[in-house]
């Protein structure tokens, strides 16, 4: 068949794609989303939704037969890790040859997994990286609607500042100061308020429990319970799981095609399906989104789309380090998961640098501090699509990651410096190894706002096709990325709907 015609389809459910398919809802457009990931709305045997952090299960991953945490050794030791059956879990790591992305799977995308870190980017920046955007409308309209949209809130400081749950943040605060260096509080959609009766000991444990990276049972406010809840509430979205898209086309009435397998939560084939469309929505994330382009581009199926299509791609300047603190400095066995703190050195002309004081929730003294660092990397990757094995492959080499080791380590060393302390070496893997430059959490680009797409997301070439999502940023933003992602899917939304789809 040529498959049922629906006025929009939405590819994935993370944060550009749940802007679009609220905005739409919200217009009365009859909208269907489309997640490759399952719903985690279900306890498992044990009662809860997700797997913890300590004894992941298959729960944890995507179709892994073991789980690849990121900090995966202590000693040089593999203790994080378990032997699990392939299942459609919540988090994945997509492993290129030289560099490893994080990526979430499932109703809400990465808001499931990640930190729910909130930081709108400095505006200076914003300015540098996205100079085509108008910045005055951002920052007054299109941020602060992201951060509502979000349920952004701030930690109470007197809470914060006694609590046994963020000894760690404090301590990584004395040090960065007698380095020099301030830190800033960072928002977060993770419930407050549920954290501090978690510690009260009078609602269950979730981020006071390790939770995060394999999901959160308690407290956080991901996609679900936002965006994706209001979309669900125009009546007009619905959500399919389990849904992949594997190739887009278009007819010669200007509708889309889309092919999609759905499975079964252990990878067996359902059905194939056909769905078209009138309008297109790309969301599936910085990965998704770039591969179904460059499918469709080198296959021919979407023979007209531009060579910016792979462009542009960076990791954030995403570089994780801990350094080993001495015995009467203790970070403290109790850590919450959401991170706090960060130390923000972004306007040091030589090496900016923002870094979140990272928890390393062992459930024991480990008397390490740990750190996300974000720095300001100028390397750009490519992707090229494989025709052989189907997929976007990432040519980004570990010596593109040298700006940003550096910055972190200048960071660093004057910490370690002003603190008479030294660099953790056994925490990223097997080797001597003290800053992680082969993994990130926050992929970025692809399809870069203005040159694989028109200033809103329309993709150049076709019309009716958008990407809304992580893509459309040029690599860096500076700071964790969702809500620079979901403030620009608010803008360009806007200005689509207005002009493409109830005008048409
Ligand atoms: P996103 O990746 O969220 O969603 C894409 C969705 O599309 C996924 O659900 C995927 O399954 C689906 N999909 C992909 N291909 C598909 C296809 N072909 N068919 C159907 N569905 C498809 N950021 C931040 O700001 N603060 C933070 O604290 C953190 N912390 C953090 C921790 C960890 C562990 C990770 C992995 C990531 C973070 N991040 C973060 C990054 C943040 O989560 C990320 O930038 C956003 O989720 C990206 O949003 P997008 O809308 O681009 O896609």
Known sequence: SDGTLVPAVVVGTGYGAAVSALRLGEAGISTLMLEMGQLWNQPGPDGNIFCGTLAPDKRSSWFKTRTEAPLGSFLWLDLANRDIEPYAGVLDRVNFDQMSVYVGRGVGGGSLVNGGMAVTPRRSYFE????????????????????????????????????????????????????????????????????????????????????????????KVSLDKSYLADALGTGKVAIETLHQVKTIRQRNDGTYLLTVEQKDAQGGLLATKEISC??????????????????????????????????GWGPNGNIMTARANHMWNPTGSNQSSIPALGIDDWDNPDNPVFAEIAPMPAGLETWVSLYLAIAKNPERGTFVYDAAKDRADLRWTREQNAPAVAAAKSLFDRINKANSTIYRYDLFGSQIKAFADDFCYHPLGGCVLGKATDNYGRVTGYKNLY?????????????????????????NVERIIKEDVTGS
């Open 467 to 491: 990407v809304t999502d992580g893509s459309l940023i040029p690599g860096s933003i500076g700071v964790n990325p969702f809500v620079t992602i979901t403030a620009l899917a608010e803008r």
């Open 128 to 219: 540098e990286v996205l100079p085509q955007v108008d910045a005055d409308e951002m920052y007054s309209t299109y941020f602060p609607r992201a951060n509502s949209g979000l349920r952004v809130k701030n930690v109470d400081e007197a809470w914060f500042e006694q609590t046994e749950w963020y000894q760690y943040a404090r301590v990584g605060r004395e040090q960065a100061r007698n380095a020099g260096l301030s830190t800033t509080f960072v928002p977060n959609v993770y419930d407050w308020d549920y954290m501090r009766r978690e510690a009260d000991g009078s609602v269950p444990k979730s981020a006071l429990a390790a939770e995060v990276i394999y999901g959160n049972n308690h407290g």
């Open 278 to 311: 009138r309008h297109l929505f790309l969301g599936a994330g910085s990965l998704g989104s770039t591969e179904l382009l460059l499918r469709a581009r080198e296959t021919g199926t979407l023979a007209d789309l531009s060579p910016e299509i792979g462009g």
